[in-house]
């Protein structure tokens, strides 16, 4: 089975499991243009979500506090693996019924919001380290969605930073990333 939410998960996530693999032990204290994170800070992030997407999939108890550190081991591989999961997780159609018991809001936009953290925080890893990195473009339509929906209470609840002035040449996906704080242009 899939969704809507697995499918758009599908088309990011192998890229960002891409630049998660292609990332250096000598990058991992580069800056990032998520200026909080360092590329160490940006990766367990990327863990943590794809970890607690599933648990909010199966309507379990999500802790956000607390950031592990999961870059032990094959850290690489098991990015791939874990962001499997969270794509089966979501593959479910019962997945996007009701309203997140753990965060309030309708688990169709927490769907959207996965989609959302994995196309940006993509961009800043491939920015960090020097990697390519291209968006699908069927990703561009759900991420402006959200964005349209739910950047105001990102900002709001620190997740954004205030939006950037883009020139009006911008391609769609610097538009949304200026949207989110980030100054496409960010160079490390």
């Excluded at 990011?12 to 292609?22: C, M, T």
């Excluded at 250096?24 to 994170?37: K, N, S």
């Excluded at 360092?38 to 108890?61: I, M, T």
């Amino acid at each position: 089975m899939s969704t809507e939410i697995s499918d758009l998960l599908g088309r990011a996530v192998p890229a960002v499991s891409a630049l998660v693999a292609g990332v250096r032990d000598e990058q991992l204290g580069h800056a990032t243009p998520c200026a909080e994170f360092q590329v160490r800070d940006l990766l367990n992030h990327l863990f943590q979500v794809v970890h607690n997407f599933q648990l909010v999939a199966a309507r379990s108890e999500v802790d956000w506090s607390v950031t592990p550190d999961s870059l032990t081991g094959g850290w690489r591989e098991d990015f791939a693996v874990e962001a499997a999961g969270m794509v089966a997780a979501w593959s479910d159609p019962v997945v996007l019924d009701g309203v997140s018991p753990g965060m309030g809001l309708p688990q169709r936009t927490l769907g959207l919001m996965m989609v959302v953290d994995l196309v940006v925080h993509g961009w800043d890893l491939a920015h960090a380290t020097g990697q390519p990195y291209e968006v699908d473009p069927a990703l561009l339509p759900p991420t402006a969605e959200f964005l349209d929906s739910m950047g105001e209470m990102g900002r709001q609840m620190g997740a954004f930073g205030p939006a950037v002035t883009v020139g009006a040449g911008a391609d769609r996906f610097a538009q949304l990333l200026a949207v989110t704080g980030r100054d496409p242009s960010w160079r490390a």
